[in-house]
């Protein structure tokens, strides 16, 4: 065990993983530079044509990751930010999320591609996207969005080793957190959520950051006597929805807090399956607790309000759980 | 089958045109009949073009194609009947039953697909091209691309990477005149795609698209270029397309001009044929290989008819490596 940064964690996921497995390989926008932290001293340990530069062309150079995969490559994209996702929209959704399937089985795509949410710093609406439940509504691709270094490193790790295509979401808000990681075989597999807090009154699920808030809130209300359990999917798809549905049935009351925006966010999919999978075990309405559909503003007065914040958590478990008084003798 | 021409790769030419022609003449005949789901987009008058183009592959070479997608399998050399299977929609078609005519693709032939997203398949050619190099394997992968899809940025990118990365592959524009009624001259700037090439710095190559031997000389001078590492080349193939955007569709999206019997008389099946038989090949030889090719397009059709649907079941296989669980509220109705 190490305490290493979230991007640490990236870093020698993705290291250790190159080093097991010659097929792997990464490429994308200014990764010989070492842009965000997670390829340092890569070129030097596995030379220029593991570790490609590519032109910004991310239809293209995502596109290509799926050709590389499909005749027997493992590759790994670097897309930077997730906004840049946007470009490449149909070559995800297009050939890397349908080939297997439209072939009948014949192709297979072992790769993942990383980007980073890059909210929360004023970069205005272009670049500070969390797309990931746009992808969740694409069959065929499956999503890790962490919360932690060490779910990072092993999640990641997980989905290098994947015969399915990962989108890995890395949310920036975490990228400096530290946490105590696993060195070497520290694999995490896809779809298996975690309790991050045991509680008894109410269930927060946290979507990536969304979780560090939920335990932040949680804290706060254990002042007020609300005892809350943070659950962390890490997993998008698939989703855990069995370990949320028993979380569910012991505490009667759901929040789900995501930093994505509200309408068919991960929040609502986690939210109408709590309501269709545990309607009789609920004693108040599920809330979420999301960014608003409008865009994000570049000036930071406006900016921060809009994301999940501990208070507007805390108001939310109130909502539900009731204001606890304390019973007469 | 005939007896002579097995090795012969002048009638193995012939035979893959044949195939093609005679293979689509028989999908759109029972396509009119409703025996086929879905839309059928046919190939027919471009078979020199797919068939130059493949005869100058090797079988284990990468190819990736487009929804006109009958010819190309075919023209590498793949068998008929998982071909027409999937047309039929059935379990045995060569996708399973999930990909239908848009998608007839034969990956034990080198095949990555064929692709109903027009110009999609630029940036998969350039990664199976890196794939093979990184691998240090002296594969090369081949992508068709229609006279419509050289307006779309992916095309652009696919080629931008593979000549930047100097990767082995050809870019195929099959240039059939037009992108589903538009006419290529209201859609593509320039005179010729293949003038495009000058902007990557890749050889830029025109090629007469009827005749399958200048197909065939030209993609092989770029195999061999991409083979040698010396990187990628672009082919504009000028061919014509018979049909419709799609057949039977009841009504005409294309009127065609005068210049449709002009592309017609040079028919490529038609002149290759001539030109055997000028160089000494017996007519009698190449009908036997027409007679043998309409008893394989009639077994491929019989074994199609002969096939199960896939069960219901089989919609979830294949999103992922393992099935998708299957709803019991959907399972219940299906």
Redesign the interface.
Known sequence: MARITFLEAIMQAQQEEMQRDDKVFIMGEDVRCNVFGTTTGFVDAFGAERVRDTPISENGFIGAAGGAAMVGMRPIVDATISSFLFPAMDQICSIIAKSRYIYGGQAKLPLVIRSCLFYGNSNAAQHSDRPYPMFMNMPGLKIIAPSCASDMKGLLKAAVRSDDPVLSFEDSTCWMAKDEVPEGEHVIPLGKGDIKREGSDVTIIGIAGGVNVALKAARALEQEGISAEVIDPRTLVPLDRELILQSVRKTGRAICVDPAHMTCSAASEISATIVENAFDALRAPVLRVTTPDTHLPFSPHIEKPLYPSVERIVDAARKVVGTRQTQPA | MTSTGENDPRLEKYRRMQRIRQFEAKAEKIHADGEIPGALHTYAGMEASGVGSCMALRDDD?M?GTHRSHGHPIAKGAKLRPLMAELLGKKT???????GSM?L????MGS??E?S?VG?G???????????K??GLD?V?LCFFGDGASSE??IH??M??AA??SLPAIFVCENNRFGMSTPTSDAVAGENVADRAHGYGIPGVIVDGQDVDAVEAAVREAVDRARAGKGPTLIETKTYRYGDHAVNMGRELTPRGPEHDDWVKRDPITIYRQRLIEAGVAEADLDAIDTAVADEVADALQFARDSEYPVFEEAF?????DR?PIPAEVQAHA
């Open positions: 990468y990736v078609g060569v996708c399973s039953g999930k990909g998608h693709s034969d990956f034990s990555l697909g692709t997203i999609s630029g940036p998969v050619t350039a990664g199976a091209a890196l794939g093979a990184l691998q594969r992968a940025g992916a990118e696919g931008n990477l930047v990365w296989d294949d999103v992922f490596v998708l």
